[in-house]
T-cell receptor
Framework: LAKTTQPISMDSYEGQEVNITCSHN???????ITWYQQFPSQGPRFIIQ???TKVTNEVASLFIPADRKSSTLSLPRVSLSDTAVYYC????????????FGGGTRLMVKP | DADVTQTPRNRITKTGKRIMLECSQT?????MYWYRQDPGLGLRLIYY???????NKGEISDGYSVSRQAQAKFSLSLESAIPNQTALYFC?????????????FGPGTRLLVL
């Protein structure tokens, strides 16, 4: 399993763009990168997934450099409701059981 | 209606008691999981099941057992609860949404073992 490293916490202000970077130096060829969001006392929720380059959806963008040893989750113009823990997971796309949730990054958005 | 439901949502029990946490899903997914989360920490996988006849131990299965009664139901049992099993327990399912394998989590069961 590819181990991931993310900052423990980050602070931001409403309206700013937030970038959370995850390191995964041992990512395997078949591994995808997936990000989840978790609010207090709720289960994690899928945000975005990618394999390489850039992926964008209505919630976020995911930037993956050519060597795939890291990835950056970008949240445009955050609001207070984006305060949550964000998890970066790396694993094969067809093996949900192999996804390992680390400690995540605790994002605090301030007014 | 929620796709993944868990019962009970909160439970207080005593050391040595047997307790069962239940999970149901309407996603039609074959894969189901049980995780526990301790305060300030990430999720740790207890058991997972790829289909009704397939049960696998996760990272921290000691002290727990599971039953996959049907595709839609996956129960977690604590045979003899102990205080360090006090945690937030999540059930999840996973399926491929287009090209993506995505996990869907239930609302969680908060368990306190006295």
């Amino acid at each position: 399993l590819a181990k991931t490293t993310q900052p423990i916490s980050m602070d931001s202000y409403e309206g700013q763009e937030v970038n959370i970077t995850c390191s995964h130096n041992n990512i395997a060829t078949n591994d995808y990168i997936t990000w989840y969001q978790q609010f207090p006392s709720q289960g994690p929720r899928f945000i975005i997934q990618g394999y390489k380059t850039k992926v964008t959806n209505e919630v976020a963008s995911l930037f993956i450099p050519a060597d795939r040893k890291s990835s950056t989750l970008s949240l445009p113009r955050v609001s207070l409701s984006d305060t949550a823990v964000y998890y970066c997971l790396v694993g094969e796309n067809n093996a949900g059981n192999m996804l390992t949730f680390g400690g995540g990054t605790r994002l605090m958005v301030k007014p | 209606d929620a796709d993944v439901t868990q019962t009970p949502r909160n439970r207080i029990t005593k050391t040595g008691k047997r307790i069962m946490l239940e999970c149901s899903q309407t996603k039609g997914h074959d894969r189901m999981y049980w995780y526990r989360q301790d305060p300030g920490l990430g999720l740790r996988l207890i058991y997972y099941s790829f289909d009704v006849k397939d049960i696998n131990k996760g990272e921290i299965s000691d002290g727990y057992s599971v039953s996959r009664q049907a595709q839609a139901k996956f129960s977690l049992s604590l045979e003899s609860a102990i205080p360090n099993q006090t945690a937030l327990y999540f059930c999840a399912t996973s399926g491929r949404e287009g090209v993506q394998e995505t996990q869907y989590f239930g609302p969680g069961t908060r368990l306190l073992v006295l």
